[in-house]
């Protein structure tokens, strides 16, 4: 079966950095995409950085400059580098692929920024 786990959620303070992880397991061949999104408390999920099977980024204007996107296709697995990171990065946040006409999703990490 195919599942995502991500993982390197914790508490940093502001202006700390975070990495975070997902790793797709299962039968798994030739990835469409991977992404990042976020849930705040009482907010809707929020599109963050998604990065394609040929190496194609695209980030929200939320986190452009500050979180980098990058894959390891060997691995089936994305990351999310978070750089100066704010009060307001605090969330669940989740990871998604895009394989064979369906859409996957981890069951997310919280990212804590204190201030």
């Known amino acids: 079966q195919v599942r995502l786990m991500e993982s390197g959620g914790g508490l940093v303070q502001t202006g700390g950095s975070l990495r975070l992880s997902c790793a797709a397991s299962g039968s798994i061949f030739s990835i469409n995409a991977m992404g990042w999104y976020r849930q705040a408390p009482g907010k809707p999920r929020e599109f963050l950085a998604r990065?394609?099977?040929?190496?194609?980024?695209n980030y929200a204007g939320s986190v452009k400059g500050r979180f980098t996107i990058s894959r390891d296709n060997a691995k089936n697995t994305v990351y999310l580098q978070m750089n100066s990171l704010k009060p307001e990065d605090t969330a669940v946040y989740y990871c998604?692929?895009?394989?064979?006409?369906?859409?996957?999703w981890g069951q997310g990490t919280q990212v804590t920024v204190s201030s």
């Open positions: 998604n692929m895009e394989y064979v006409n369906s859409y996957y």
């Open positions: 990065i394609t099977g040929r190496g194609s980024t």
